[in-house]
């Protein structure tokens, strides 16, 4: 693949979006590609679901239409897959939809065993790639985060925070999630923001780790806090017990 596997396009009901995804094949033979779509959610605990074409509440594959299905690279060069995004002339569609072309290019044709793997098992490597499209509708009708679970952990030996965050709302965000840590007189510590900076789209979750292993053996509160990136922020409390 040539560029990013994720394509946005802001746009409102009725509006046509069109855009260009390169597939270049880097092999010294020339490669078959296959093109199509699946609908795609991801959850905090590592899951991913690739499920039917528009199976899903928020897929905008039958918006998207796409050309060629299959192709023929040729060896050291790319193609080009043309596609478009013609959301439906209905005013209640607000925040954002969205659903993966996968690109995949066939297996090589098998090649006639050596006798010296006669009697082995030959493997051919299939190359896939999703490439993301999404469409942003409006400014969404509900911007929410979810804290959905939070636990201390050890993480390669250090105590962590993990947090597992849902995007509750209609709109994809990238929060920004840290901890301001007070001792128990009040007193500010220490702040420690979790570098993870992922896209969260609408019903899918994330985790977010947050490496306390620098404080002082003590118990301490937190105040946890999720920043969607536009007017409104999100936040719980939370005890630290870091007594070893």
């Given amino acids: 693949m040539v560029g990013s596997?994720?394509?946005?396009?802001?746009?409102?009901?009725?509006?046509?979006a069109e855009g260009v995804i390169l597939v270049r094949n880097n092999d010294d033979v020339p490669r078959d590609i296959v093109v199509h779509q699946v609908d795609y959610l991801f959850q905090a605990d590592g899951s991913n679901e690739f499920a039917?074409?528009?199976s899903t509440p928020r897929s905008n594959a039958d918006w998207i239409r796409f050309s060629p299905n299959q192709t023929l690279v040729p060896a050291r060069s790319t193609a080009q897959v043309y596609y478009s995004v013609q959301v439906p002339a209905q005013a209640e569609l607000q925040g954002s939809y969205w659903s993966l072309l996968m690109v995949e290019a066939r297996p090589l044709p098998a090649t006639e065993p050596t006798p010296?793997?006669?009697?082995?098992?030959q493997l051919n490597t299939v190359v896939r790639y999703g490439v993301q499209i999404i469409t942003d509708i409006g400014g969404g009708q509900g911007t929410a985060l979810?804290?959905?679970?939070?636990?201390?952990?050890?993480?390669?030996?250090?105590?962590?925070?993990?947090?597992?965050?849902?995007?509750?709302?209609?709109?994809?965000?990238?929060?920004?999630v840290w901890i301001d840590i007070f001792d128990q007189d009040g007193a500010r510590v220490d702040r420690v923001e979790s570098p993870t900076t992922s896209r969260l789209l609408p019903g899918c979750s994330a985790r977010y780790l947050l490496d306390v292993s620098h404080l002082a053996p003590g118990l301490y509160n937190g105040l946890v806090?999720?920043?969607?990136?536009?007017?409104?922020?999100f936040g719980t409390d939370y005890s630290l017990d870091l007594r070893r």
């Fill in 52 to 54: 039917e074409a528009g």
């Fill in 146 to 176: 979810t804290f959905a679970s939070s636990a201390l952990q050890p993480i390669d030996g250090k105590p962590t925070l993990v947090l597992d965050i849902e995007n509750s709302g209609d709109l994809q965000l990238r929060p920004t």
């Fill in 5 to 16: 596997l994720v394509r946005e396009h802001t746009q409102q009901a009725g509006e046509r």
């Fill in 225 to 233: 806090i999720a920043d969607g990136g536009d007017d409104r922020v």
């Fill in 116 to 121: 010296s793997i006669r009697r082995g098992v």
